[in-house]
Each structure stands twice: as C-alpha cells, then as structure tokens.
C-alpha cells in the first residue's frame, strides 16, 4: 500500500527558530506538491515541482520559505526564521503526468510560538 | 482565476439519510479535472474520485454518487444511507490540464448522527 510518508507529524518550536519538513513521496510519482491548510485560509498551494524541477512557488513567503527536492525520494519545506503566522498543517502530496490524482501525506502539524 | 465554492459550510444529518454536497467551479479552461477529498477527524486527505471535463457521466460508486453538469460548473457530490464513518470534512478541488495546481473549496463539514 504505497503512500506519501511525512516527518515530523507534529512539531513545536519558538519564534525564530529554522523549521525543515520533510515528505517522501509515492515511489514512480514525479510531481510533487506542498499545500498549508489553516482554518482562515483554507488549503492553500505553496509549491510543487515535477521531476524535482521546480515549477511554482509563487504561494510561498519567499523571503522565509524554501522548497527542494535533493532527490526523486525526498522532498523538504523550509521556513527560517518561523513565525507564529505560520503555524498551519503542511500537506505534501505527490502525483504523477499519468493519473493526475494527488495523493497526500499525513501532514505536519506546526505550532510556532 | 479559478474558484471553487462550496456554500455549504456545515451539514448535519441523522444516519440512514442521503445527503447531497454541493460543488460549483469557475475556470475559463475548456479542459480541466474535478476532484473529491474527504478529510476525516484524523486529519489526512483521501482521494475519492477525479473527472475530466470532456466526462460529464454521472458515476456511482457503493454508496457515493457524483453529479456532473458543465452547463451549470457544478460537480455535486451524493451520498446514500449516510453513516456515522461519513463523518468528515469534504472538499472539492479544481485543476487545469497541464500544471496539475489544485484550488479547493473551502470544504463542508459533514456530521452523520447515530
């Protein structure tokens, strides 16, 4: 049952502090996407790229926020420093040119205090 | 731009019910795909069904039934004999052809009581 694996589940830090998540998407999948979801905005895209070139990160906060994809195997979300604005559940999904569906990962839970 | 919109902010209906969620889109695409997620209390997001737009037959599957009429952008979402493991937040999301960019709805909360 192949799925999109997400590290932390749940993460806690001060205002300040450097954040990396990191998602490991569905093996053979070659896009892949991260998405914020908060209760006044809602699901909101931030980035995604396929074949680990990145195509859109026009929803991102450029200035603290960066995406990459070091690897076909592993996908990181950056945000340095953190705010308490941002604090949100990030969802990775990955999908691919064939199936067009995304499927999504258990999400990050991060609360900057 | 596209949008999508789920007026339906909260729905609440006692089991054994059919429950009807609405979904209307704004794309000037001619091609694009529709999408169900439903987000159950553990938080994650289950892929239920994706239409074309060249598609509009209706499918059913189980339980769960979807309505698509381009003439009116709405992909409305049906479920019958509702049960408690229904329960959930339910989005609906829009993508064009090539980039593959979901825009969701901003979801309808669905409360199935026993």
């Known amino acids: 049952d192949a799925r999109v694996t997400q590290t932390p589940r749940d993460k806690v830090t001060e205002m300040g502090q450097e954040v990396t998540m990191r998602c490991q998407p569905i093996?053979?999948?070659?896009?892949v996407f991260w998405y914020r979801q908060t209760m006044m905005q809602g699901l909101e895209l931030l980035a995604y790229?396929?074949?680990?070139?990145?195509?859109?990160d026009s929803g991102m906060p450029k200035d603290r926020f960066s995406a990459e994809m070091p690897d076909a195997t592993l996908a990181t979300l950056k945000i340095q420093p953190s705010e308490p604005r941002d604090s949100a559940v990030y969802f990775c999904?990955?999908?691919?040119?064939?199936?067009?569906?995304?499927?999504f990962g258990p999400g990050t839970r991060l609360t900057v205090t | 731009a596209q949008k999508v919109t789920q007026a339906q902010t909260e729905i609440s209906v006692v089991e054994k019910e059919d429950v009807t969620l609405d979904c209307v889109y704004e794309?000037?695409?001619?091609?694009?795909?529709l999408f169900w997620y439903k987000q159950p209390p553990s938080g994650e997001l289950v892929f239920l069904i994706r239409?074309?737009?060249?598609?509009?037959q209706n499918e059913i599957s189980g339980r769960y039934s979807w309505n698509f009429q381009k003439s009116t952008s709405s992909f409305n979402f049906t479920i019958t004999a509702s049960q408690v493991v229904d329960s959930a937040v339910y989005f609906c999301a829009l993508s064009d052809w090539g980039a593959q960019k979901l825009v969701f709805g901003q979801g309808t909360r669905l409360t199935i009581n026993p």
């Open positions: 093996l053979g999948h070659n896009t």
């Open positions: 790229f396929r074949n680990r070139a990145p195509l859109d």
């Open positions: 794309t000037r695409d001619t091609t694009y795909y």
């Open positions: 239409r074309n737009s060249f598609d509009e």
């Open positions: 999904a990955s999908g691919s040119d064939i199936a067009y569906e995304q499927y």
